[in-house]
């Protein structure tokens, strides 16, 4: 029998701060492999810094860390690569390099990230099949200025996408955009999930969010979401922040079933 | 009182190990020889212009200057050997490294400051690239190269500028001129002169990296690790430039 996989990610007891306040306190998760984690919370909650403390950006001051079984908590940075090219980001901001064209930027994993291995000649095939996966297939030479922020957001999904890598994370994907782009850039999250079997960590503000994550697939015959029947649904769990404490996990059900007047109202603001 | 102490002890230690991780990867691999040259072109070639005209201009300012204070001793013939030794000993080094900290401490603190606020910094190191290596050694090998370069232009600028005025004004000739000024000059005079450019290189680049990788705050952290580059970078310039001088003092012949 074939031992089982360890969790994707893991915080044992993790609790960070900055300057003496703290900004995680004491969180423990799991995810496991293809799971969908959604993790809800106010602004300052802590959201960001558990996905930059799990890819290694931020030091915990105690408790530990594991991504795909390693413990990287007490990793130098140089190991520490090795570890990020197993898992794509998106950051909340894009974060795409002003200085580099959209083809540079998608590039960029490929051609600096050691462990991906990406031969000279197949970076520009895999830059152009990951922009056409965020249908942004003509805009290679254009630069993060002259894009939408629609637009960026969807150059970034593609950076975080073009190496394949079996973890994403993705920071308030849908923050500061209007409710139809919102959608298109939840599709893509999702038809990302389904097409390769992803595991990822959402973080959102928006239940919405995280409400089409776990009832909704992706259709590859038209390409777009369509409700998923009760026992296909994908593997969603909910996480709720507050002030550094994690004071929710379990799935939807539960979520909506919870009596906590904090977490009641990221569900009841979006009816 | 003792946490105003507590952040200067950290500040100056984290500057320094900023430096030692700028100056290891100097010889470590990966190489970025592309942003070497960019940064080249950006710091130096892109402060040609200023540099020329601040250093024409401290050259003509000081012989005019110093050409009337001569001339009440009867040494106006000395202008040429005053401006040439104060040109290449003192001025043209600081002069050259104050307004390369105004172009350039400023431009690299606000430009990394942006790139660390919009997360552009945790981005690189997200994928596969130490900040430090790929941002801050290639503008602080490029200023160790350019500086020194920029400050032997603004000399000579300088003592032509000088060599007009005396001439011009003070009546002096060419031959007076330049052959006073070559014989005040040196051996110790021209090593004072390269060393003080190449000791502020790290001072010009590695104070705007350290500002600028320390941003926080949003738009407006940037704008304040931009002024407190330059005035940091400014005040250090002549903090150095009076140690580095008084070495060579010391050490000159009597």
């Known amino acids: 029998m074939p031992a089982e996989d360890p969790p994707v990610i893991r915080f044992e007891n993790v609790t960070v701060s900055f300057d003496g306040v703290p900004a995680l306190k004491d969180v423990s998760f799991e995810v496991g492999k293809a799971q969908t984690r959604i993790l809800l919370g106010a602004a300052g909650s802590g959201k960001t810094v558990i996905l930059k403390t799990a890819m290694g950006l931020i030091r915990p001051e105690s408790g530990r860390v594991f991504l795909f079984g390693q413990d990287i908590t007490g990793l130098p940075e140089k190991e520490l690569f090795a570890v990020r090219s197993k898992l794509g980001m998106l950051f909340q901001e894009s974060a795409l390099f002003d200085s580099l064209n959209i083809e540079q930027n998608v590039a960029y994993p490929l051609l600096n990230q050691k462990a991906v291995q990406c031969q000279p000649g197949e970076v520009r095939p895999r830059v152009k099949e990951a922009l056409e996966f965020v249908e942004l297939g003509q805009t290679l030479k254009k630069f993060p200025s002259e894009l939408s922020g629609g637009m960026r957001r969807r150059a970034a999904i593609a950076r975080a996408v073009v190496t394949k890598p079996p973890l994403l994370l993705y920071d308030s994907p849908t923050a500061g955009l209007d409710p139809i782009t919102a959608y298109t850039i939840m599709a893509l999250i999702i038809k990302e999930r389904d097409l390769d079997n992803t595991t990822a960590l959402v973080v959102t503000y928006r239940y919405q969010d995280g409400n089409l994550v776990a009832n909704f697939r992706y259709n590859p015959d038209n390409g777009e979401l369509a409700g998923a029947p009760a026992q296909t649904q994908p593997q969603t769990r909910f996480m709720v922040m507050q002030e550094g404490r994690l004071v929710f996990e379990g799935s939807q059900d539960e979520l909506e079933a919870s009596r906590d007047s904090y977490v009641q109202k990221f569900v009841r603001h979006t009816d | ?254």
């Open chain 2, 1 to 254: 009182m003792f946490n105003f102490l507590k952040v200067w002890v950290l500040a100056v230690q984290d500057f320094y190990i900023l430096t030692g991780q700028a100056l290891r990867n100097i010889v470590r691999s990966p190489h970025y020889g592309d942003d070497i040259i960019v940064q080249m072109d950006s710091i130096g070639v892109g402060s040609i212009s200023i540099v020329l005209l601040t250093g024409f201009f401290s050259g003509a300012i000081m012989a005019l200057q110093m050409g009337r204070a001569l001339a009440q001793y009867g040494q106006t013939g000395r202008t040429g050997m005053v401006v040439a030794i104060i040109l290449v000993r003192e001025l043209g080094p600081v002069l050259t490294a104050v307004v390369m900290a105004g172009r350039n401490s400023s431009g690299i603190a606000s430009e990394l400051g942006s790139m660390t606020v919009t997360e552009q910094i945790d981005a690189m190191r997200a994928l596969g690239t130490d900040p430090i290596q790929k941002l801050v050694t290639p503008r602080l090998i490029a200023t160790m190269i350019m500086l020194p370069c920029l400050t032997v232009i603004a000399d000579f600028v300088g003592m032509v500028g000088g060599y007009i005025v005396a001439h011009l004004v003070y009546y002096i000739t060419t031959a007076q001129y330049w052959q006073t000024s070559w014989q005040a000059l040196e051996w110790n005079d021209v090593a004072q002169g390269l060393v003080k450019p190449f000791v502020f290189s790290f001072v010009v680049s590695l104070v705007g990296c350290y500002f600028g990788l320390r941003t926080t705050g949003g738009t407006q952290g940037v704008g304040r690790a931009t002024t407190q580059a330059v005035v940091v970078a400014s005040v250090l310039i002549f903090i150095l430039t009076f140690f580095i001088g008084k070495v060579f003092v010391s050490q000159a012949p009597s």
